[in-house]
Every structure is written in C-alpha cells, then in structure tokens.
C-alpha cells in the first residue's frame, strides 16, 4: 500500500495563475481532508470529504475549490492564486479513527 | 465550534528529563483525542490517542491523560532522547467527530 500521496511536492506559482493538488489514497477510506500548515498556526482545515461526491468547507475555504468525483481522489484547487496562499499543503484520509496524512505540497505563490 | 488551545509553544529539556505538553478544548461532546508527531519536513504521524471513556493511556515512554471535567489533556514524554525533538500536535474531534480541530502545535528539543 501508497497510502496516502500527494502530486505535486513543490510548486512556484505565479499571483493570478491557477492549479490542482492531487491527493490520492489506496486504503479505501471514506473521509478526506485537506489542510494548510503555515508556521505558527498549526494545522487548518481547508474542505473535507465524507465519501465520494461530497465536500464541505472547513474553517479556511475562501479561495479554494475541492472534487471528489472517485473515492481514492481528492482535488483542491486554486483559481486565481494569491501570496497569501503560499503554504503548505496537507491531505489526511481516515477510516475509523486515525487520520493518515500524505507526504505535503509545498506551495510558493509570487 | 470546537477550539483547541496548546502550551507550551516551545519547550526545551534536557535528554533524560520528562516533557509535558498540555492542552484544553471547549467542546463538552468532544470525545476522541489524538497526538502528533512532526519531524522536521516531514508528515504529521499519530503517536498515541484517547477516547473520551478513559482517563490514561500508555505506550511506553508516552502517555496521555484526559480530564473530561475540566476540559484538558495532556501528553506525557518520560526518559526524553535526542530523536524526541520535534513538533507535538494535539486534537479534538468536533461533535459528529467528521473532523479534527488541531492546536498549534508544541517544538519540544531535547538537548543531549
């Protein structure tokens, strides 16, 4: 088992311009999650999954989309990206109880 | 919704010392709480957690305690070695538990 991964791992954008983070999970798990880490303020919830074909927003959602069109896959993208943006990115599936985080994307917004 | 506070932000001690890191959550439903560990670049990776119908709950040099009356649990690092150092999250889990609200983190060295 992968477990959970995440494409790209860096990435330089420039203000305005947009992308897509790919999570990918083989566990077949039902939950999925996507965060942001900047330093200091631990880890934030962006939008959350709770199976395939939901979403729904977390406590920092403006400026982000998210699909979950397939069970193991779980989109988050930036239209139009900001400075603000510039973090980096955590996916987290679970099952039960624990969450399963992937490997991170870090995001660099000129 | 829930919030969870966590402190210290820093703490430093030396190898063979106990560290506490301690945090408190605001909502009463809350009832599973886990710890994290992050090394430096790397992934957040559970620790240790505790479900709200136990007090305390050990893995070897860890342990955490839960005190549901006042809102607040702790993780406890006994004999701290070098490979200790790194950062410590904790959580709660909001009601319905879809989701984990997290603190902000702990930088625990520990010096050899």
């Known amino acids: 088992n992968a477990g959970v991964t995440q494409t790209p791992k860096f990435r330089v954008l420039k203000t305005g311009q947009s992308m897509t983070l790919l999570c990918a999970q083989d566990m077949n798990h039902e939950y999925m999650y996507w965060y942001r880490q900047d330093p200091g303020m631990g880890l934030r919830l962006i939008h959350y999954?709770?199976?395939?074909?939901?979403?729904a927003k977390g406590e920092v959602p403006d400026g982000y989309n998210v699909s979950r069109l397939k069970k193991q896959n779980f989109l988050l993208g930036l239209e139009s990206a900001a400075p603000s943006q510039t973090s980096v990115y955590f996916c987290a599936s679970r099952n039960t109880d624990t969450q399963y985080f992937g490997p991170g994307t870090r995001l660099t917004v000129l | 919704g829930e919030n969870v506070e966590q402190h210290p932000s820093t703490l430093s001690v030396q190898e063979g010392d106990s560290a506490v890191i301690k945090c408190t959550y605001s909502?009463?439903?809350?009832?599973?709480f886990p710890w994290y560990k992050q090394e430096l670049g790397k992934r957040p990776q559970l620790i240790i957690d505790?479900?709200?119908?136990?007090g305390e709950k050990k893995d070897q040099r860890i342990a955490v305690t839960l005190n549901k009356t006042a809102k607040h649990f702790s993780l406890h690092i006994t004999e701290t070695q070098p490979e200790d150092s790194a950062v410590y999250f904790c959580a709660a889990s909001d009601t319905g538990f879809q989701k984990l609200v997290f603190g902000t983190g702990t930088r625990l060295l520990v010096s050899p």
């Open positions: 909502d009463s439903a809350s009832n599973y």
């Open positions: 999954s709770v199976g395939e074909g939901t979403t």
């Open positions: 505790i479900r709200s119908n136990v």
